[in-house]
């Protein structure tokens, strides 16, 4: 049984930072693209990034250097370092997994955490 379990998110203060983390069960993550979205009240999900077994990152255009995306493939863990966080980064983050492609778009991932808020004031 596959799953995933996000953790990590809170309230912090615009300027802050935080890690968000991901653990993954019943499956060996190193041969899974692993991704990171968002989805704030009334908007659509939208991808954050997406990051392969050998840890080579693609990321969504709005993230340029505020996010980074890692993964501990010997944890089953995927992570996400949140930098400079503004109010507009407030929403649900999830993570996602899948065989597909990586690529940060929720039609190529299979397999999805029940997400973890972010909240920045």
């Known amino acids: 049984h596959v799953q995933l379990v996000e953790s990590g998110g809170g309230s912090v203060q615009a300027g802050g930072s935080l890690k968000l983390s991901c653990e993954g069960s019943?499956?060996?993550?190193?041969?899974?693209?692993m991704a990171w979205f968002r989805q704030a009240p009334g908007k659509e999900r939208e991808g954050v990034g997406a990051?392969?077994?050998?840890?080579?990152?693609r990321y969504a255009d709005f993230m340029k250097d505020q996010f980074t995306i890692s993964r501990d493939n010997a944890k089953n863990t995927l992570y996400l370092q949140m930098n400079s966080l503004k109010a507009e980064d407030t929403a649900m983050y999830y993570c996602a997994a899948g065989e597909g492609e990586c690529v940060p778009n929720p039609e190529v991932f299979s397999t999805w955490g029940k997400g973890t808020q972010v909240t920045v004031s």
């Open positions: 019943g499956f060996a993550s190193s041969v899974y693209f």
């Open positions: 990051i392969d077994g050998d840890g080579r990152g």
